[in-house]
């Protein structure tokens, strides 16, 4: 990945305060700031890595307070965001940023160069800075100050009467231990000294964000604490080098540690040789991402900066993910934790499955992941791994479903799947009325869609194994599905489906659930009624960055977000563009219009306006969501994995239809 910012980008500061750059490793741990290194979210942090739990990091360095003197002068390099403004300026000497691969800093001071470089190990949670001065002249003085949050990402951090101040420097390592309840932080560093002098910053000021849910907007800011500084002599081309972790470090051989971790990179992305360039990128984002190296989980794939992803991303992603892995027993290894964790035919709601009692269970899961089960077959044709292992997996789902499980889902006397209740969330789209009723439960569309296209996968996978008996059973079971989804789902005065039916209620409104109907493999629409369909999409839905949640054209629909949101906002689904949901609408597209070359033409083309928000909106991730109104703002989780995975499979689809 190459991506450059010039100094005319780096040195507008009011455009440029939004550009977020994210380091990460194959163990959860992350680096992050703006580019000026100025903290402006409470997730920003130099090192940030998981402790105690998967599903949570800690942010144990926050960043470096850098300045250096050159003659008599001193300069700061470092801006920081202050409820009083902004102090110190150091935005006004960055001449450049870059990540190839990893993230670079060019700093421009009395006619001076001077370089940072911040990367992690990719397997081991180790931190690496260098500072250079790339030019001749006096020599340059060098200053940096660690600031030390030890804090979750989620928290605030308040000074401390009774912190442990005392930081103790042995050879060339210093050993940092405020807080018991967090490891020791070590910074080994080569050359120059370490000064401890206790210090407190106070009031650095964080952008409101759904990351601080719950907090008044008048205590958003947080205190630091400050154990001594480095200082360090530099004379023409020499470099200061940081090695930061916590754990003991051996091995300090900067240039060997870099070129080892930037060949890593490289190879990651030469794997892929026939794709265009930005399909590479996403490719090595997904790699240097997801996580393959915990003992307990057989795979992750974490978002960032936070860290608890939904079973739903996690079986959303696996299609794109067995294109990317391409280690088949890595997947047949997630496979397996499934399997081991199927109950009542359902899956848990977060992943990975910890703490199941405690869990909720969403009905759409289940169903999923048959579907992903048939892209998994479809890939490796593993027919005996279909018949050993996946049939059966599925088979107890779907039986699971045809008996009735927990949470009201249940098959009704019509062959329609009906799920969840007033008090009961079953759905992927949590909508509550004032009174925090549940609002879409009964039969859902996109449960009926998933459930027919279950029924569908069984019998094909029942026909591949030669079990013509079960295998008819399930054809008729999804013909009577279809025929009862037609006769009741239709509504004849608007020609559309319905979203949701019940006894009680009928709700017309035009969801991204109705993309479920015709990207699926099995649909239970015609020809002309998908090709009908499709172009509904394409009007009301569809924009450049994916689709959105719902109709502009609806009454609750809201196109602009005044604040950052999650998932748990109702904003959320009220219109929000989902850029993930860009892989279902290909499958659509080349389902309902077929195969050509003309229309492989017009999804690359769709895939290219996901580079605006990979390239520039991000740098090296798409974020989890964009406003429904133009011009789209980002918004919610900087970094999605699964908008990642997804445009990866429709390149990696496109490519094998295009042989």
């Not at 003992?295 to 978002?303: A, D, G, H, V």
Request: proline residues 4%.
């Amino acid at each position: 990945m190459h991506i450059v910012l010039d100094k005319k980008v780096c040195q507008n500061f009011n455009l440029s305060i939004e550009r977020e750059w994210l380091e990460t490793n194959n163990l959860g741990s992350y680096s992050s700031s703006t580019i000026y290194g100025l903290n402006n979210r409470i997730y920003h942090g130099l090192y940030a890595i998981p402790i105690g739990s998967v599903n949570e990091r800690t942010i144990i360095l926050s960043k470096f307070e850098e300045s250096v003197f050159i003659g008599t002068h001193a300069y700061d390099l470092s801006t920081n965001r202050f409820f009083g403004g902004v102090h110190p300026h150091g935005y006004r000497y960055l001449v450049e940023f870059r990540i190839d691969p990893f993230p670079r800093f060019t700093f421009m001071i009395a006619n001076r160069r001077i370089e940072k470089t911040v990367f992690l190990l990719h397997d081991q949670n180790i931190l690496v800075i260098r500072y250079a001065n790339k030019n001749q002249g006096v020599p340059i003085k060098l200053i940096v100050k660690p600031l030390i949050a030890g804090r979750k990402t989620t928290e605030l951090g308040k000074e401390i009467p009774d912190i442990i101040t005392d930081s103790y420097s042995d050879g060339k390592v210093v050993r940092i231990a405020p807080k018991p309840e967090i490891p020791e932080l070590n910074i080994y560093y080569l050359k120059g000294e370490y000064f401890q002098a206790p210090l407190w910053y106070y009031n650095f000021k964080y952008e409101m964000g759904s990351e601080s849910r719950g907090k008044n907007k008048s205590i958003l800011s947080e205190d630091q604490f400050n154990p001594g500084f480095f200082t360090c002599t530099l004379n023409a081309y020499e470099t200061f080098d940081m090695f930061i972790s916590v754990h003991a470090i051996t091995n300090f051989d900067y240039e060997g540690i870099y070129h080892s971790e930037k060949e890593y990179r490289r190879k990651i992305g030469s794997k892929f040789k026939i794709f265009p360039a930005f399909a590479k990128d996403i490719y090595e984002s997904i790699k240097t991402f997801r996580i393959s190296r915990s003992e307990k989980y057989p795979l992750l794939l974490p978002n960032y900066h936070h860290y608890q992803m939904t079973t739903r991303e996690m079986i959303l992603a696996l299609p794109g993910l067995t294109m990317v892995e391409r280690n088949i027993n890595s997947i047949k290894r997630v496979i397996t934790y499934f399997e081991h964790n199927l109950n009542d035919g359902l899956f848990p709601e977060k992943y990975p499955f910890d703490d199941k009692e405690k869990q909720d269970y969403a009905a759409d899961l289940s169903l999923l992941f048959i579907n992903f089960a048939y892209h998994f077959i479809e890939f490796t044709n593993d027919i005996d791994y279909l018949d050993q292992v996946l049939l059966d997996l599925c088979k107890s789902i779907v039986d699971g479903f045809n008996k009735g499980t927990r949470h009201e889902i249940f098959k009704d006397k019509d062959d329609l799947l009906s799920t969840g209740s007033k008090e009961i969330v079953t759905s992927w789209i949590p909508l509550r009325d004032a009174k925090n009723n549940v609002l879409r439960y009964g039969k859902l569309l996109e449960m009926n869609a998933l459930w027919y296209n279950a029924l569908k996968i069984m019998e094909s996978f029942c026909q591949l194994l030669d079990k013509i008996r079960q295998a008819k059973r399930y054809a008729k079971l999804a013909k009577r599905t279809q025929e009862s989804f037609l006769a009741y789902f239709y509504d004849q005065s608007r020609e559309r489906f319905y979203d949701l039916i019940r006894y009680d209620w009928q709700d017309t409104s035009f969801r991204i659930n109705q993309l479920f109907l015709i990207a699926l493999p099995f649909s239970m629409l015609s020809q002309e009624q998908g090709a009908k369909l499709l172009q509904e999409i394409d009007d009301e839905l569809l924009t450049p960055f994916g689709l959105r949640s719902l109709s502009a054209k609806e009454k609750p629909f809201k196109g602009r977000l005044k604040v950052n949101i999650s998932s748990q906002d109702p904003e959320y689904y009220l219109g929000c563009v989902w850029p993930w949901t860009i892989g279902l609408y290909a499958d659509a597209v080349l389902k309902i219009m077929g195969q050509n070359p003309t229309i492989i033409t017009y999804i690359k083309k769709v895939l290219q306006n996901f580079k605006k928000l990979y390239y520039h909106d991000g740098m090296g991730y798409i974020s989890e969501i964009y406003e429904g109104s133009k011009p789209h703002r980002k918004n919610a989780t900087l970094a999605y994995s699964l908008n990642l995975t997804e445009i990866f499979r429709v390149y990696n689809n496109l490519k094998s239809k295009s042989v």
